[in-house]
């Protein structure tokens, strides 16, 4: 059974439902995941903001606002009223349920499960168009198997035992259909894989069932050499290797949830990038194969904060990063970069969560100095040290910017630099002038 995704734009207005549908509705078994209609999970963030500031009269306008948007598509959506009537109740359940946030206690317990809802919609009524077609299809709900720990991080073999139990209620069935992004956490409470995480919650499901391949459908050919967002001539990329979409993926290509490519790496399936609009277009696949040599595409990630700690006890010291580390261990903050010279040592992070904490207890090894605002550009390919040149051809294309900090050798697959937000379109812009030949 492959797995087939499909993200917010690509079940974004009923026409687009309708060709989802025509798309997955013959052949081969699938299991479907979808996003929310796009523009729902951020109306459903401004919902619980609202109910955050407890301005109930907000949140109840919003949800009007929205759900007058849902009314329309059902319109839209089915030919027959007794699949239209069958939408409606069951949406209107849903918006009561968000009206039901209003004059209580506010917490991220109940924001989650308002942000669950777009999914949830989405899922039924697809399943209740494929029934008004006469397509054969299950729904799974997701919260039945999508399992995280008390860190937020999936519980791999519990979502196989129940997935798979599930499955093996539907012998002989070929289309199955369940919500990206949410999930159920240790307490048994509505949870998320994080913005973006309908993606992961594709390969997470491939590994589970084994699955020979997944596609992820979304509003582009596949993983462009630089940000579309940003840059003007961007090109599609017809093959990656799991390490270089990772590392992609990490360092900010919004096309894939940071943790996409890791459950599919791990069983060797491969993924593949499919653009909604435009089928036929080759789009990428990402797999165990290593194409070609050179540098292949660059992203970037916002918001970093990079430290800076000065300390002369550093010099011809044993053991000190290693405390410098545990730090960052006992606030489970990730560092992304590092870079070091005998006296000093620079670190990035992107979860600000402990920050202040953070720097407080580095205070005692030295000298701590902070940079907000800063972004990583990350320059992925397959760039062998044999291979000369890479390094001088990247700082060359920057050589008019500032780089605070670069790290380069720690696989041959990615070259990463730190640069101040305000220069990062400038410096992607560059890098696309310099680095590829169109
Ligand atoms: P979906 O809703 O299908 O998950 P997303 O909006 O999350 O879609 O991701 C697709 C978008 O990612 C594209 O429209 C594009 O603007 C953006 N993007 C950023 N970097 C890249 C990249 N390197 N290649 C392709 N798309 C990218
Ligand atoms: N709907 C969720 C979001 O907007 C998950 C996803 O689209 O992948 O973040
Ligand atoms: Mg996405």
Redesign the pocket.
Same mark, same amino acid.
């Given at each position: 059974m492959k797995v087939f995704?499909?993200?917010?734009? /690509?079940v974004?207005t009923p026409e687009r439902i309708k060709s989802v549908s025509k798309l997955v509705s013959c052949g081969e078994p699938k299991l479907v995941v979808l /996003?929310a209609m796009?523009g729902t999970t951020n109306s459903l963030v401004e919902i619980s903001d609202y109910f955050y500031k407890k301005n109930d009269a907000a949140a109840s306008d919003k949800i009007g606002e929205l759900e007058k948007k849902y009314f329309k598509v059902i319109d839209e959506l089915y030919t027959t009223k007794e699949y239209k009537d069958k939408a409606l109740d069951f949406v209107k359940k849903i918006f009561s349920h968000l009206r039901s946030f209003a004059g209580k206690e506010f917490t991220q317990v109940q924001e989650k499960d308002i942000l669950a809802q777009g999914e949830i919609i989405s899922t039924h009524l697809f399943t209740y168009l494929n029934h008004e077609l006469n397509i054969d299809t299950v729904l799974l709900p997701a919260l039945d198997f999508m399992k995280v720990d008390d860190y937020g991080e999936p519980v791999m073999s519990a979502i196989e035992v129940d997935l798979n139990k599930m499955l093996a209620v539907y012998q002989g069935k070929k289309l199955f259909v369940t919500q990206g992004f949410i999930c159920r956490n240790p307490k048994g409470l509505i949870d998320n894989l994080k913005r973006?995480g /309908?993606?992961y919650s594709a390969t997470l499901i491939g590994a589970a069932i084994n699955s020979e391949e997944v596609q992820?459908?979304?509003?582009?050919?596949?993983?462009? !050499? !630089?940000? $579309?967002?940003?840059v003007n001539k961007?090109f $599609?990329?017809a093959q990656m290797s799991f390490d270089e979409a990772a590392e992609?993926a990490y360092f900010?290509?919004?096309?894939?949830?940071p943790a996409t490519v890791l459950p599919a790496k791990e069983k060797n399936i491969p993924v593949l990038?499919k653009n909604?609009m435009d089928p036929k277009a080759a789009g990428?696949t990402i797999s165990n194969e290593v194409t070609g040599t050179g540098i292949k595409?660059?992203?970037a990630k916002d918001n970093i904060a990079v430290i800076n700690i000065k300390s002369s006890r550093m010099l011809m010291a044993y053991g000190f990063l290693r405390r410098v580390f545990e730090v960052f261990e006992k606030y489970r903050t990730p560092i992304d970069m590092i870079t070091t010279s005998e006296v000093a040592l620079s670190i990035t992070i992107d979860n600000h969560k402990f920050l202040k904490e953070i720097i407080g207890e580095l205070m005692e090894f030295g000298t701590v100095s902070l940079s907000e605002n800063q972004t990583i550009v990350c320059i992925v390919g397959n760039m062998n040290v044999e291979h000369k040149g890479y390094a001088v051809e990247i700082l060359k294309a920057l050589e008019n910017i500032s780089v605070s900090m670069i790290s380069y050798g720690g696989s041959p697959y990615n070259i990463t630099l730190v640069v101040d937000t305000e220069n990062k379109n400038k410096a992607l812009n560059l890098l696309n002038d310099n680095l590829f030949k169109f």
């Open positions: 995704k499909f993200g917010g734009t /690509s974004g /996003s796009s973006g /309908s993606d992820i459908w979304t509003d582009i050919d596949g993983v462009h !050499n !630089n940000d $579309p967002r940003v961007t $599609p990329i992609l900010g290509a919004k096309i894939l949830h990038l909604t990428t595409a660059i992203a």
